[in-house]
């Protein structure tokens, strides 16, 4: 059974020297029923997430660039004492429907805790985003985060077992 991988720069080297598997393992995911698949990872994911402690870790807040939505900009200017207009000309800069942090770390982290926590927004708040349906789609987006956050690669880890992957060969089964 899969350990643990607490250490930051560990998973960022097993993620870069995993590479050929994880794309292999993209690849293995697509035979599985997102019906099959996805309480699977949900599963997972509230096995390992309590192991977790986010606020010993934060390095999605340090890595990151957050995105905020333009009805949580208000509780998120108040929490650094400053107008909504200060805030998106100092903070933020504007993509499609949402407003990015324009600097690592979030200018929201202080001491590892974020300032806006109990009104983060909502990207902070589903973050690492596993649970939902069609994770085998959303793989890819889900991997971005694999070398940044110990949930992610743990889960990835887990699932990989639990659906008997052959690392080995690192060539997608056909399973009936």
Not at 55 to 81: D, F, I, T, W
Not at 161 to 169: G, I
Request: contains cysteine; glycine residues 2%; neutral net charge.
């Amino acid at each position: 059974m899969h350990t643990l991988s607490l250490d930051l720069s560990d998973l960022k080297a097993q993620a870069k020297e995993k590479e050929p598997e994880n794309n292999a393992f993209a690849k293995f995911l697509r035979q599985f029923p997102s019906s099959t698949l996805d309480p699977l990872v949900a599963s997972l994911s509230d096995e390992i997430e309590p192991k977790i402690d986010c606020k010993q870790c934060a390095n999605c807040c340090k890595s990151l660039y957050a995105a905020a939505l333009e009805h949580e900009l208000p509780v998120l200017a108040h929490a650094k004492g400053t107008t909504v207009e200060s805030f998106k000309e100092t903070f933020v800069k504007p993509y499609k429907e949402a407003y990015y942090f324009t600097t690592k770390p979030c200018p929201m982290l202080c001491d590892n805790l974020c300032t806006a926590y109990n009104e983060r927004p909502i990207s902070c708040r589903t973050f690492p985003n596993l649970k939902g349906e069609h994770f085998k789609y959303r793989f890819q987006s889900v991997m971005e985060k694999y070398p940044i956050c110990p949930i992610v690669f743990n889960v990835v880890e887990r699932l990989k077992e639990a659906l008997s992957f052959p690392k080995d060969s690192q060539q997608p089964l056909n399973q009936a």
